[in-house]
């Protein structure tokens, strides 16, 4: 198992969402106002309207009725055209984990409520909650 230490010199700003790959791993990962946005407008539980982007193929759905963003004229930056290795959002009401078509979904819980993170081991593919 190998453990790595985060530090100011191995952290990058980036957007949210955002798309990246570590050591060939794709990762898709937001803060979570996407799922929470469609919580308010469906019956759906946090980790289901995520997986919900997924299947939908699309970040923010409800953008820009019920969530702002920034428009653009020529692409949608918000499609999700490759399914990504995992997919992870903040905000969530509680840590799951489940699989979609190759894609395993993480629901991180708000730091601020539950004084716990989610610890992600990739040789395994899963995660796990730590106070």
Do not use: M
């Amino acid at each position: 198992f190998r453990s790595v230490l985060i530090n100011s010199s191995n952290i990058e700003l980036c957007t949210n969402p955002v798309s990246f790959k570590y050591e060939g791993i794709s990762f898709l990962c937001g803060a979570g106002e996407s799922p929470k946005s469609i919580q308010t407008t469906s019956s759906l539980s946090f980790h289901e309207a995520q997986r919900s982007l997924l299947k939908w193929h699309h970040y923010a759905p409800t953008a820009p009725d019920y969530l702002p963003c920034i428009p653009v004229q020529k692409k949608d930056y918000l499609v999700i055209s490759e399914t990504p290795n995992f997919f992870v959002c903040g905000l969530g009401d509680e840590h799951e984990e489940s699989e979609l078509n190759g894609c395993i979904v993480i629901s991180v819980p708000s730091f601020n409520q539950s004084l716990s993170a989610v610890v992600l081991d990739l040789e395994t593919c899963h995660s796990q909650l730590v106070k």
